[in-house]
């Protein structure tokens, strides 16, 4: 199985900056894309931004210009640098992966513990 570990959330001030980071372990044959999504208190669970195996980015427009999602496939990770942050960015941020843990099964969808940001003054 593939296991994610998410680290980086925390209480910061409105336009501040927080990088979360996910590492990827575990049975790993081969990563599709990895990302990052968000459930504010209330809502429905979001999609901030991914970037596929080739390199495709694709994040909410909301983010655009502030966040930054980068991934390294030797190591198995995505980061996610998030500047200006605003209080409507208050959510549990989960580390998301779409991949296979062994050749014969199919992608999956993983997903990390999760890890609160807090924009608060």
């Known amino acids: 199985q593939v296991q994610l570990v998410e680290s980086g959330g925390g209480l910061v001030q409105p336009g501040g900056s927080l990088r979360l980071s996910c590492a990827a372990s575990?049975?790993?044959?081969?990563?599709?894309?990895m990302g990052w999504y968000r459930q504010a208190p209330g809502k429905e669970r979001e999609m901030v931004a991914s970037?596929?195996?080739?390199?495709?980015?694709n994040s909410l427009d909301s983010v655009k210009g502030r966040f930054t999602i980068s991934r390294d496939n030797a190591k198995n990770t995505i980061d996610l640098q998030m500047n200006s942050l605003k209080p409507e960015d208050t959510a549990v941020y989960y580390c998301?992966?779409?991949?296979?843990?062994?050749?014969?099964?199919?992608?999956?969808?993983?997903w990390g513990k999760g890890t609160l940001v807090t924009v608060s003054s």
């Open positions: 998301h992966v779409y991949g296979k843990a062994t050749t014969w099964q199919g992608f999956m969808n993983y």
């Open positions: 575990g049975s790993i044959f081969s990563i599709s894309s």
């Open positions: 970037v596929s195996s080739g390199g495709t980015v």
